[in-house]
C-alpha cells in the first residue's frame, strides 16, 4: 500500500506532464487497429477473385456469363457477416474479463483466439471450415476492439487521447489498405495461393500487437478498480515517464482513487448479476445516468454503421463490378481505401481543436449530401454514362472522407469516455458489441438490397444510406456531449451538472480528491484509500 497520496484542488494539476517516450507507449496500443481494419477489407476482395467463385461456387468461367459468374447472394452473406457474430459475443465477454484479469491480458487473449480462426481460414477448402474460422476469428476481434479501447482511453492523457484513440481508426484504415493491395496482388491466381494468402497474412498482425502490450504496462485504473495501488503507482509512472515519487504522479492517481470511491457511493457495488444492473440504472431522462450513458454508448455505435460505410469495405469491389460500368473494380476498391487513409489523420487535429461534437454534427451532414448526390445521379437520363460513373465515384470517395475524418475515429472516442469507471469495461464492451451487431446485421442485408440475384438495387442503395445519416446528423446534435479536453473523471462531472447542448461550456472548478476530503497536509484522507483497497479486494 502507498503511504499518504498528495493530492491537489487545482483542476489544471491532476495530470502528469508527458514525455515523447511515455505518449510513444500510448499510441502504439493503437496498433490493434490494423488487424481489425485488415480483416474486415481483404473479405471483400476475396469474394469477388475469380478462383475463389470457382472454388465455392462450383462454377466454370468459361460456361458462366459475366452476370452469373459470382458469389451466391447468401454466400456473400453468411461469409462476412459470421465474423460479426463472432464479435459481437466477444466484445461482450471481454466486458467482464477486462475487469478480472485485466485489459491488456483480455488484449493478449484475443490476439491468440483470432491467430487460431484465422489457421483454420487459411486450411479452409469448403465453405463449413471457412465460416467455422471466421466465427472464432471474431471472437478474438471482439475481445481486441472493444478493450483496446478502453485500455488507450485509460492510459492516453487527456490533451491528446482523442487524437490517440483517432489513431485506433487510422490503423484501422491501414489495414483496410494492407488488406487491398494484398488482394490486388493476388486476384489473378489461379490456385488456392489467391485467398490463402490475403487471410494469412493477418496473423502477424495479431503476434506485433500481442508482443507489443505483454512489454506496455496495464492500465492504472484497473489496478484502482482491483484495490491494487502500488501496481497503481508503478504502471502511471511508467505512462507518464515520471518517477513513483512524483508529485504529479500521486496527484493523478489521487484524483483517480477519489472519484472512483464517489463512484462507488453513487453505484453500489453487489453480486456479479448486480454489476451488469449497474449499467442500466437510473432515469432516461437525467444525462449522467448510467442507463442513459450505456444507450449513448451502444445507439452511437450503431449509428456508425449506420453511416454505411462499411457497405463499400465489405461489398465495395463485388457492388462495383456488378455494375458492368467499371472496367477494373479492384483498383477502385484500393483507390477508395486510400482516400479512406488519407483522410483519417486530419482527425488527429480536429478533434482536439473543434471537439467531439461538432465533427460528429457536420460529418454527418457531409455525408447525407455525398450520398445523395450518387443517389441522384444513378437514377438521371445519364446513368451508366463514362462521366456520370466518374462523379458517383468521386462522390463516394469524398463521403468516405467525411466519415474517416469524423464519424469513424469520433465514435470510438466518445464510447471511451462517458462511463464511469465502475462500468467502464462493460459499457464500452456493450457498446463495442452494438458496433458488431449491427456491421453484422448490414452484412446480411446488404447483399440481398444490392445482389444482381436478388433486389439489385444498384446506386439506389445509397438514398437508404443518406437517410441514416440525416437521423446521426439529427442524432449527434441532441445526444453527443463534448468531452475536449478533459480528464475521465472530468467527464463524469462534466454528465451530471451539465447536458449535450450546453456541454461545450463547461469547466471543471474543483477535484474529487477536495470534495472527498483533503488533509491539512494536502494529502488524500487515508480512510478513502483504505475503503478502495477493501472493496477492490472482493470484486
Same mark, same amino acid.
Given at each position: ?67 452469373? $459468374? ?53 486450411? *479452409? @477448402?469448403t465453405l463449413a471450415l471457412l465460416v467455422v474460422g471466421r466465427l472464432i476469428a471474431g471472437f478474438g476481434v471482439g475481445f481486441v476492439s472493444a478493450i483496446i479501447i478502453l485500455y488507450m482511453s485509460e492510459v492516453a492523457p487527456k490533451r491528446v487521447r482523442g487524437a490517440i484513440v483517432s489513431g485506433y481508426q487510422f490503423c484501422i484504415t491501414i489495414g483496410i489498405l494492407l488488406a487491398s493491395c494484398v488482394d490486388y496482388g493476388t486476384q489473378n491466381r489461379n490456385d488456392t495461393g489467391s485467398y490463402r494468402i490475403p487471410i494469412a497474412v493477418q496473423m502477424l498482425w495479431s503476434i506485433i500487437l500481442a508482443v507489443g502490450l505483454f512489454l506496455l504496462p496495464e492500465s492504472p485504473r484497473y489496478f484502482v478498480k482491483r484495490g491494487k495501488l502500488d501496481k497503481a503507482t508503478n504502471s502511471l509512472a511508467r505512462l507518464r515517464g515520471e518517477p513513483e515519487s512524483s508529485e504529479y504522479i500521486q496527484q493523478e492517481l489521487a484524483e483517480i482513487i477519489a ?6 457511493? #453513487?453505484?453500489?457495488?453487489? *453480486? ?5 444492473? !449497474?449499467?442500466?440504472? /437510473? ?25 454505411? #460505410? !462499411? ?5 465495395? @469491389?463485388?457492388? $462495383? ?10 483498383? %477502385? ?12 489523420? %486530419? ?34 437520363? *445519364? ?5 456520370? &460513373? ?19 475515429? /469520433? ?23 452494438? !458496433?458488431?451487431?449491427? !456491421? ?21 442503395? $445509397? ?34 451538472? @451539465? ?11 474543483? &477535484? ?28
Amino acid at each position: 500500500m502507498p503511504g499518504a497520496l498528495v493530492a491537489t484542488a487545482d483542476t489544471a494539476r491532476i495530470e502528469a506532464p508527458v514525455t515523447l517516450k511515455a505518449y510513444l507507449m500510448c499510441a502504439f496500443s493503437a496498433f490493434g487497429g490494423i488487424f481489425f481494419g485488415y480483416d474486415s477489407g481483404y473479405i471483400s476482395g476475396v469474394m469477388g477473385m475469380n478462383y475463389f467463385i470457382e472454388h465455392f461456387q462450383n462454377l466454370d468461367p468459361s460456361l458462366a456469363g459475366q452476370k452469373e $459468374f459470382v458469389l451466391a447472394a447468401w454466400k456473400k452473406s453468411l461469409i462476412t457477416s459470421i465474423l460479426s457474430a463472432g464479435t459481437f459475443f466477444g466484445a461482450i465477454i471481454a466486458g467482464d474479463l477486462a475487469d478480472f484479469v485485466g485489459r491488456r491480458t483480455t488484449i493478449i487473449a484475443g490476439c491468440f483466439v483470432f491467430i487460431v480462426g484465422v489457421i483454420l481460414q487459411t486450411a *479452409s @477448402t469448403t465453405l463449413a471450415l471457412l465460416v467455422v474460422g471466421r466465427l472464432i476469428a471474431g471472437f478474438g476481434v471482439g475481445f481486441v476492439s472493444a478493450i483496446i479501447i478502453l485500455y488507450m482511453s485509460e492510459v492516453a492523457p487527456k490533451r491528446v487521447r482523442g487524437a490517440i484513440v483517432s489513431g485506433y481508426q487510422f490503423c484501422i484504415t491501414i489495414g483496410i489498405l494492407l488488406a487491398s493491395c494484398v488482394d490486388y496482388g493476388t486476384q489473378n491466381r489461379n490456385d488456392t495461393g489467391s485467398y490463402r494468402i490475403p487471410i494469412a497474412v493477418q496473423m502477424l498482425w495479431s503476434i506485433i500487437l500481442a508482443v507489443g502490450l505483454f512489454l506496455l504496462p496495464e492500465s492504472p485504473r484497473y489496478f484502482v478498480k482491483r484495490g491494487k495501488l502500488d501496481k497503481a503507482t508503478n504502471s502511471l509512472a511508467r505512462l507518464r515517464g515520471e518517477p513513483e515519487s512524483s508529485e504529479y504522479i500521486q496527484q493523478e492517481l489521487a484524483e483517480i482513487i477519489a472519484n472512483h470511491e464517489y463512484e462507488l457511493k #453513487v453505484i453500489p457495488q453487489g *453480486s456479479y448479476l448486480a454489476s451488469w444492473k !449497474n449499467c442500466f440504472t /437510473g432515469s432516461l431522462w437525467n444525462p449522467s445516468s448510467n442507463l442513459r450513458r450505456t444507450i449513448l454508448g451502444t445507439s452511437l455505435q450503431m449509428m456508425q454503421q449506420w453511416t454505411g #460505410v !462499411n457497405f463499400v469495405f465489405y461489398f465495395g @469491389t463485388t457492388f $462495383f463490378k456488378d455494375l458492368h460500368t467499371i472496367s477494373n473494380p479492384f483498383l %477502385i476498391g484500393l483507390i477508395t481505401t486510400l482516400v479512406n487513409v488519407l483522410s483519417t489523420p %486530419i482527425s488527429f487535429w480536429m478533434i482536439e481543436r473543434i471537439g467531439r461534437r461538432p465533427l460528429l454534427i457536420w460529418g454527418a451532414l457531409g455525408m447525407v449530401v455525398c450520398q445523395f448526390i450518387v443517389a441522384i445521379i444513378g437514377v438521371s437520363p *445519364s446513368k451508366g454514362d463514362p462521366s456520370a &460513373t466518374r462523379a458517383e465515384i468521386a462522390f463516394i470517395c469524398i463521403y468516405i472522407s467525411f466519415f474517416a475524418s469524423t464519424w469513424g475515429p /469520433g465514435a470510438w472516442v466518445v464510447i471511451g469516455e462517458i462511463f464511469p469507471l465502475p462500468i467502464r469495461s462493460r459499457g464500452v464492451g456493450l457498446s463495442t458489441a452494438s !458496433n458488431w451487431l449491427w !456491421n453484422c446485421i448490414i452484412a446480411v442485408i446488404t447483399p440481398y438490397m444490392v445482389g444482381t440475384d436478388e433486389a439489385d438495387l444498384g446506386t439506389n442503395v $445509397f438514398w437508404i444510406w443518406g437517410g441514416l445519416c440525416a437521423i446521426c446528423f439529427v442524432y449527434a446534435y441532441f445526444l453527443i456531449p463534448e468531452t475536449k479536453g478533459l480528464s475521465l473523471e472530468q467527464v463524469d462531472r462534466m454528465m451530471e451538472e @451539465t447536458t449535450p447542448r450546453t456541454s461545450s461550456k463547461w469547466k471543471p472548478t474543483t &477535484t474529487y480528491a477536495a470534495e472527498m476530503g483533503l488533509t491539512k497536509e494536502g494529502t488524500l484522507a487515508p480512510e478513502i484509500v483504505e475503503d478502495v483497497i477493501r472493496k477492490g479486494s472482493v470484486v
